[in-house]
């Protein structure tokens, strides 16, 4: 595991931006696992301006996201896939049909785990995958637990995520109780995993996810079992 402190989240955001980059460059047809939520914003804006640059081509690359939250469309600006299409695929040369979001409002909501969990595999499993951390130490939406979970499922969602995620919502009443969550077996599957988190309110789940004993209910210290993972964190929020 390579532990990377920084000083300023726009140098964790340029970093990851990075690392994400060279992977397109060395495979344009990559598999990349993306993340939604605040800590990836400034990753996806320095991808967005290689982009328009012409410095980083995404004509080949696929994508797969962590999860949605259940029961909402693609149409709800609280989905996930009106978040990924608005800061990300909407400005860059991605071809959106090779972009995967689970959909949380499949009338069988196991049958669309089973068949994204199938389709990563077809991939050949996920080249690249950006994580965030949630306050609980949850990775996608894979709560703490008493063991890790390995396939796409359904999950309730904590308290304590329901009550950070507020903030996106009129009203803590709005938020979804339930997601649908990439499981462990795709994440630990992917290739190269990169985890990015800020500010002083994530100090010390970070301490005990990577400095800490592997427990599942801090789920992502499985990530300290993976053999190619980067974690990069700063303290200090993005400079308004
Ligand atoms: C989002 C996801 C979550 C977030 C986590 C941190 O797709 O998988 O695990 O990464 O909740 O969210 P932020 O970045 O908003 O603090």
Redesign the pocket.
């Known amino acids: 595991m390579r532990y990377i402190k920084v000083d300023s989240y726009e140098i964790m955001s340029r970093k990851a931006a990075a690392i994400i980059a060279a992977e397109i460059v060395r495979k344009p047809n990559c598999v990349i696992g993306l993340?939604?939520?605040?800590?990836?914003l400034g990753t996806y804006a320095q991808l967005i301006e290689w982009n328009k640059k012409g410095d980083l081509d995404f004509s080949e690359v696929t994508s797969v996201?962590?999860?949605e939250y259940y029961g909402l469309d693609a149409s709800n600006d609280q989905s996930?896939r009106y978040f990924m299409n608005t800061n990300l695929f909407d400005h860059i040369n991605i071809d959106k049909a090779n972009t995967y979001v689970p959909n949380g409002i499949a009338d069988d909501i196991d049958a669309e785990c089973a068949a994204y969990d199938k389709r990563i595999e077809d991939f050949g499993g996920i080249d690249i995958q950006l994580?965030?951390?949630?306050p609980d130490g949850?990775?996608?939406?894979n709560e703490p637990d008493t063991c890790f979970v390995k396939p796409t499922h359904k999950v309730t969602l904590d308290a304590s995520?329901i009550e950070?995620?507020s903030r996106f919502f009129n009203d803590i009443s709005e938020v979804p109780t339930s997601a649908v969550?990439m499981g462990m077996g795709a994440i630990m599957g992917a290739k190269k995993v990169i985890l990015i988190a800020n500010g002083l309110n994530k100090k010390e789940i970070m301490e005990k996810a990577f400095f800490g004993p592997i427990d599942p209910q801090v789920p992502a210290s499985i990530l300290q079992l993976h053999p190619d993972v980067t974690v990069i964190y700063t303290e200090k929020n993005p400079v308004k």
């Open positions: 993340a939604t939520g605040s800590t990836p996201n962590l999860d996930y994580l965030g951390i949630g949850h990775i996608g939406f995520t950070a995620n969550t």
